[in-house]
């Protein structure tokens, strides 16, 4: 029997963010593809669309008009999950049958009046204020009484059910903190208690030591694949600092921000010359007044695409009835990454 060697025996790895376990089985990764090598997928959109409800001056559900905007617009969502005045209440018979009412305000934000643009595609600067609009939507729902925790986040992809390409992402705001953020609250509770020190912080620092699943690097923030990723490009970026929300951020590292969103989206788009479907969003501390010195401020990145522009991961089978699993180790994947180009292939041809 030859010894365990994490780079070619199966193993299970652990989310200390989650308490989770994933299957990782790097053997499989060995086989050869002999599956449909595509050609890129060509993704021309014109900078306005009349039939776009995202568009400056265009119509939204319901008849309301965008204004003739540049730059970011917020509205609140015309269809929002969460309502304000939801009316409280709860069943519960002790056991089986457990319901509670929940309320909260849904907005989207406009990243571009430019309907042809992506994250990738947009400049840094621009980039930066998108990155301050979520800094005064985390402040003005965070501040209401009845926000106790602001989701921002990015659909992005008919593939990851994204109704419409124009640039753009949402907000969800509520009153409970939801299942994954609550995980993460009771993991780096436990070891900031035990440890004093955020549990990213020292998980950051040890990967900047170790260098194999970094991809992209700034003064203020890292993007890496995680040791536990999940999807076969998954990522995360986190600030080098431990701060607790965006709000915190200074001037430098919310342009920090802003660089490194590009920089991985831009290696994401390389990967297989196409947009990258992605579901991204900060992960922050609940606004519930109190002070949570255990939440370090990240971004996870969930992109389902395995092998091309449209050959992507399906989580089913084992997955759904056990456990996560992938081929393509955390390492192979952040190597990919990062050894691609900086510059969007659009603009390198
Ligand atoms: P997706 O692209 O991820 O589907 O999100 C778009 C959101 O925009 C979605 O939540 C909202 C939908 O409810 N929307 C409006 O608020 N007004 C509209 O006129 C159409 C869509
Ligand atoms: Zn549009």
Not at 95 to 101: C, D
Not at 236 to 248: D, G, L, T
Request: hydrophobic share 35%; with cysteine; net charge negative.
């Amino acid at each position: 029997m030859n010894t365990f060697n994490i780079e070619d025996h199966p193993h299970k790895r652990f989310n200390p963010l989650t308490n989770d376990w994933i299957l990782v089985s790097p053997h499989r990764a060995k086989r050869p593809w002999q599956g449909q090598v595509e050609k890129a997928i060509v993704d021309e959109r014109p900078a306005y669309d009349p039939s776009c409800y995202l568009c400056a001056g265009n119509e939204r559900a319901g008849g309301k008009k965008n204004p003739d905007y540049k730059g970011t617009f917020v509205f609140t969502n015309d269809f929002s999950a969460l309502l304000a005045d939801t009316p409280e209440g709860e069943i519960d018979d002790g056991s089986l049958f457990q319901a509670k009412s929940e309320s909260g305000i849904c907005k989207v934000i406009c990243f571009s009046e430019n309907h042809s643009l992506t994250i990738p595609e947009m400049e840094v600067s621009d980039i930066r204020s998108v990155v301050d609009v979520w800094c005064e939507q985390f402040e003005e729902l965070g501040s209401n009484e009845l926000i106790n925790y602001v989701q921002i986040f990015e659909n992005k992809g008919a593939i990851m059910g994204c109704s419409n390409p124009h640039p753009h992402g949402q907000i969800w705001s509520s009153s409970n903190v939801p299942v994954e953020p609550a995980k993460e609250s009771v993991t780096q509770k436990e070891y900031f208690d035990k440890n004093e020190k955020t549990l990213l912080e020292v998980y950051v620092k040890a990967e900047l030591e170790k260098k194999e699943r970094l991809v992209a690097e700034n003064e203020h923030f890292v993007a890496l694949v995680p040791f536990w990723a999940v999807w076969p490009f998954e990522t995360m970026i986190v600030s080098k600092r431990a701060v607790q929300n965006i709000v915190q951020l200074t001037d430098g590292e919310k342009t920090g921000l802003a660089d490194i969103y590009k920089q991985l989206t831009v290696k994401y788009d390389n990967l297989f010359e196409t947009s990258f479907a992605y579901s991204a969003g900060l992960h922050q501390a609940p606004t519930d007044g109190k002070d949570y010195p255990e939440w370090h401020l990240h971004m996870h990145f969930y992109p389902p695409l395995l092998r091309s522009a449209t050959v992507k991961k399906f989580m089913v089978g084992y997955e759904m009835l056990a456990t996560p699993q992938r081929d393509i180790t955390a390492e192979q994947a952040a190597k990919r990454l990062r050894d691609l180009s900086d510059i969007h292939y659009k603009n390198n041809k």
